[in-house]
Structure formats: C-alpha cells, structure tokens
C-alpha cells in the first residue's frame, strides 16, 4: 500500500497539468469529465496534507498528530482554474497518533470524495543507561604500571566491603570495550582486566599483564612475556604469543602462533597453527598446516592441509595432506592417524624408508579422512556512529550526542560567571548546591564581599527541562556540597576543576549531575565524598559527568579517598592515575589507567536512570490506504 502512495504521489505531481488537458475533454464528455477532474482536486487536497504534515515533521519530530495538524489549512483550490476546489475534515482519536482524512473535490457540479488512513509511527526504541556497558573507550583502553579493572556491586555496598556471607564486595564482572575501526587494547606491566573484552581494533599484551575473563578482537591480538588470558580467545584476524597462559581455547581467522603458552583448551584457525613448547590440552582445527615443535598435545589434530611434528606428542592426527614427523620421539598415541598426502616418517636408523603409516589404514584415499568444516570467527560490530535500535548487539560511542546536549544547556547560559571557592585556611571556604541555588553557606570574609547567591535556570538536557546552576568555571579549592536531600544539575561552560585540600560531599539521597564543556580534574588532595551506594532510591547515579570536551579533558590525578563517579565524555581522552582508585564507570574517547587504584566498575550503574536516555528512529507518517465514498 504504501508502494502504491508513492506512485500516486509521483503522479500528484502531474495532477495540475492533467487537470488542465482534461478541461477540453470535460467539454465534450460532461459529467465523467467532470466527475474525473473533482477526483484530481480531492486527491490534491490529499496529497496536499501529506506534504504539509511531513514539513512539519521534519520541523517538529517530538510533536503527537494532533499538535501537528494545528493551523493547517482545510481547504484549496487549483490556481488558475475556476470551479475546481477541495476540503478537508479531519478526524484524529486523542493520543492515537491515527488520522483520517476526508477530501472533498469539486468541479462545478461534479464532486467526489476520497478517504484517506494515516498513522504517525515513532519508530523501534531502545531505552538503557547510558552507563551500563562497564569501562568504554570507543578509540583506546591503556592499561599500565600495576592499573587494573575490576568490578563491585554498590548495592551490597562499598567496594571492597566484607559481606554477610563473609565474602568481599570485589568481583571479575567488568566489561572493557573499544568501538571504532583501528583502536587499541593496550595492558603493560602488571595491569589486569578482571572480566571480558571486546576490542574492534588489535589488542596488545605485554610483560605479566592479564585478562581474566574472554577476549574478543576485529583486529590482531598479540601477547608477550608471561601473559594471561582466563577464558577463550577469538581473533578476527590472527593470535600470536610469546609465554604465559590460555586457560580458554584459541579461535582466529588467519592464523594461531604459540611459543612457550599453556593452552588449557583446544585451538581452531581458518589458515594455520604453529606451535612451539609447552601444552595444548584440547583438539586442533585447522584450514591450514598445523606445525608442532616439542608440544605435548592432549587432542587430536585436525587439518586440511599438511601436519608436521618436532618430538612430543599429539592425541590423533587427520590430515587431508602430507604427514611427517621429523623424529623418532615424535609420537601419535595409539597409532590414530589418518592422512591422504604423502608421509615422512622419521626412523632410529638412516635410510630406513618403511614403516607401517605410509600403509593403510594410516594412509587413506580422498576424500577421506573426514575433518569437521572449520567455523569463522564472526567480526563484532563497527561503530558507524548511528545505533540500530533493531539489532540489541549494536552499539555505538555517543548515543546521547553529547556535543549538541551541551551546546543546548550552554544557549541558557549567556551570562553564566566563574565560581571560586577559595580555600582561606582554617575557616574554609563552603559552597552550598541546592536543586535551584548555589550559594557561599560559609564566608570568611567580610559580608558586603560575599557573591551573590546564583539561582538555577530551566534548560532542557537529555530530554528533560530542568532546573541547572550554570557557571563559567569553576576552581574548588575550598568545600563544595550538596545540600541534603536535593538533586543538583551543574553546568560549567569552562572548566571544572578542583586542587590542593579540596573537598566534594554528596550526602545520602542526594547526587549532583555535573555538565562540563571544558576540563575536568580532580587532583592530587582532592577528595569526593559520597555515599557507598552508587545509586539514589530514584535510581540516578550518586555523582554523574558529561563532558562535551574534544581532547585530553578528564583527569583523575588523586584524591584522598577513592572518587565515585559515572563519566560519560564520548569525545574525550580520559586519564586516571590514582593511587587510591576510582569507583563507578568511564565512557571515553580513550581511557588511560595507571597507578596502584585502577578503577572499579559498579556494576550497579547499568541500572542508572539520567534524563530519558531513548534512542529512537525517526518518527514516520505511514499511509495506511484509502478509498471513494
């Protein structure tokens, strides 16, 4: 049906010059003329309110039906020619979003009436914390030094916290993910990821490093000296490591290189595996040739091309190629090999060219052995920068677009004026947030110098209108709190920045969500106190961030206690160097953590509640058939 719209409405565009040609015709045929001219005007009157309702929304994408068919003109004729005319009735059904539409054409005394269905359809939508998806850095996660992530749930309490059970609050949960073509995962010294990766660039592993839980890649992923991966590994493109551990099993797409790694688990490769010292404790698969050198083998070997082995020893071997084993104590337990190539069988005596595997049943015709057909790895999704909300594994780095929020709440802020909050020694410096007003609850100077109170402005931010304090900078070196029992929306325009022995305190049932469009740090001495429930009971985040800034603009340097926060700054490098650690989430153009702290996730976050975090598609005024009466 909508097919047939859209070529009528194609054909709309010729109505006017058929109406035209068709007034001689009208003059010799008379009524039927007459009566085919007024359906021309009723279906212009038609075509005419699906224009108009689809300018308008282009215009105004949040508005119901009802709100746009306000001030649309009911009736036209056709310029230029006499007696020909349309009206409109509407007939909408309050919050339905439906509306029929009755056109009645006429020319002179010929009339008809068309009757025309639509239905204004929002689209799929997705709704979720814009928190949820653990530690992100849509270009780069480092890792270095003895940084680590990790994960804690702040609902059973803080991290760390002994539990009723006896247990501590510190779990493997966390997600670390990079979103865009060419970025990297990237852990050095002893930095460890506690849970899963997923990386679409390469990842890079280096010295003790090690990831707990599975790690996906698009790209290479390479290991050295001593690393450790805790579940499976699945390579897009190829696996190389040097030392350490795979308690998982090894999956890639062009090849798996090994050097002295315990494979725990089997290997499958779409072209070859080589293999050099140590274990393999499960089977191999493999496109390609298999190569293995001093390698003790608890499954069998599968290949579709040529198998070759140096000493140790392998479960079985199919191979629908050659087969050699390069010395004596290479050895195929119980003798299960099967091979359709050419075998190379090394003897204890030179020259001796027999032996029983280059005889049946070892030595087979094609297209035996059978060999199972080797699966891909599948790619994870590319950011492309637009979320598909039909397909719940596709993501995306900034699906609230952060920049055009901010510039949004920046418009309400023309005179917005830097906070200073001095710290002046012992009788420190107290600014107070309120949900409307920001104000010095402490001044130790004299009172004609103390700054007038700055009142909240109503300015929309992800879909809400809501009261925002708006400042330009903000330099904490004093006490900065929020008033018990408020929720507080902070807007600094410039940067936001807290030194020396300044503090931050968010107490119970309180949280502050803070907009930033410059710098953010917090460093050295500074300290966030806030609840060790990361979540309010209205589900917000005790302490959020959004940060539009395009470049390195958070930093976290410090702080005397661990600081609590859920960043979301989709366009900024992000650097976190406490020797205390950081507690909640980070979305980040990349993430950089060293340091003793590292950072743990709150697992909790993923239940957050920030404004109306919906992506949506594009609303879509769908035509739903219609008919002469």
Same mark, same amino acid.
């Given at each position: ?25 009208? #003059? ?10 007024? #359906? ?42 006499? $007696? ?10 309050? $919050? ?10 006429? #020319? ?24 949820? &998806? ?5 270009? #780069? ?35 670390? &993910? ?109 496109? @390609? ?53 050419? $075998? ?13 595997? =280059? ?65 002046? @020694? ?6 107070? =947030? ?22 909240? &402005? ?59 469009? @410059? ?77 003793? $702290? ?32």
């Amino acid at each position: 049906m909508v097919g047939v719209l859209v070529v009528s409405m194609i054909a709309g565009g010729l109505v006017l010059n058929s109406m035209k040609d068709n007034i001689t015709q009208e #003059r010799l045929s008379g009524n039927f003329q007459k009566k085919t001219n007024a #359906r021309l005007v009723a279906e212009k009157g038609v075509f005419d309110t699906y224009n108009y309702l689809n300018e308008q929304l282009a215009l105004h994408p949040d508005k119901s039906l009802e709100q746009l068919l306000v001030g649309m003109e009911t009736a036209g004729n056709v310029p230029g020619l006499a $007696g020909m005319a349309y009206a409109l009735t509407l007939e909408t059904s309050a $919050g339905s979003n439906t509306l029929g539409l009755q056109s009645d054409g006429v #020319r002179f005394d010929g009339k008809t009436v068309l009757k025309a269905n639509f239905k204004l359809e929002t689209g799929s939508s997705t709704s979720s914390s814009a928190f949820g &998806r653990g530690i992100v850095g849509c270009d #780069r996660v480092a890792i270095s030094g003895s940084g680590k992530i990790d994960s804690y749930n702040s609902v059973l309490g803080d991290y760390g916290q002994i539990l009723v059970d006896g247990s501590q609050n510190i779990a493997g949960n966390a997600t670390v &993910r990079t979103l865009n073509d060419n970025d990297l995962v990237e852990l050095s010294g002893t930095g460890k990821i506690d849970g899963n990766v997923f990386a679409v660039g390469n990842v890079e592993l280096s010295s003790s490093a090690n990831i707990t839980g599975n790690l996906y890649s698009n790209g290479a992923i390479h290991m050295f000296s001593n690393s450790t991966i805790g579940g499976d590994v699945f390579s897009y493109q190829h696996y190389f490591q040097q030392n350490g551990i795979v308690s998982g099993s090894i999956h890639a797409n062009t090849y798996v290189k090994i050097e002295q790694t315990k494979v725990e688990g089997g290997i499958v490769s779409s072209g070859y595996i080589t293999a050099t010292g140590e274990s393999i404790g499960g089977a191999m698969l493999a496109n @390609g040739d298999i190569t293995l050198r001093q390698v003790s083998a608890l499954g069998i070997a599968q290949t579709y091309g040529n198998y070759s082995q140096y000493e140790g020893s392998v479960d079985g071997v199919k191979a629908k190629q050659n087969v050699s084993l390069l010395t004596t104590n290479a050895l195929i337990n119980n003798d299960n090999l099967a091979y359709a190539g050419v $075998g190379s069988f090394a003897k204890e005596w030179s020259g001796a060219p027999d032996s029983d595997y =280059l005889n049946p049943p070892y030595k087979v015709d094609p297209p035996e052995p059978a060999i199972p057909v080797v699966p891909p790895v599948e790619m994870l999704p590319i950011d492309d920068g637009v979320l598909d909300v039909s397909d719940p594994n596709d993501m995306t780095c900034d699906p609230l677009g952060i920049e055009n929020q901010v510039l949004i709440v920046e418009d309400h802020a023309p005179h917005a004026k830097d906070l200073d909050v001095n710290d002046t @020694g012992a009788d420190t410096t107290v600014y107070t =947030l309120s949900h409307t007003l920001g104000e010095f609850s402490r001044w130790p100077g004299s009172p004609g110098s103390k700054p007038t109170p700055i009142a909240a &402005r109503t300015a929309p931010f992800i879909g809400v209108d809501q009261p925002i304090l708006m400042y330009d900078n903000a330099n904490i070196k004093g006490k900065l709190e929020v008033k018990p029992g408020h929720h507080v929306v902070m807007f600094a325009k410039g940067n936001f920045i807290m030194s020396g022995a300044s503090s931050l305190t968010i107490p119970e049932n309180s949280s502050l969500t803070l907009i930033v469009k @410059g710098d953010l740090i917090i460093g050295a001495g500074a300290e966030v106190i806030t609840p060790p429930h990361g979540l309010t009971a209205d589900g917000l985040p005790v302490f959020s961030i959004f940060s539009s800034y395009s470049g390195t603009g958070v930093y976290i340097t410090g702080g005397v206690e661990q600081v609590y926060a859920a960043i979301y700054a989709p366009l900024t490098d992000i650097a976190i160097s406490s020797s205390v650690g950081f507690k909640g989430s980070l979305l980040g153009k990349s993430v950089t953590v060293t340091g003793d $702290g590292g950072v743990h996730y709150d697992e909790a976050i993923g239940d957050a509640e920030v404004g109306k975090v919906t992506v949506t598609s594009p609303p879509n005024l769908v035509f739903k058939g219609w008919q002469s009466l």
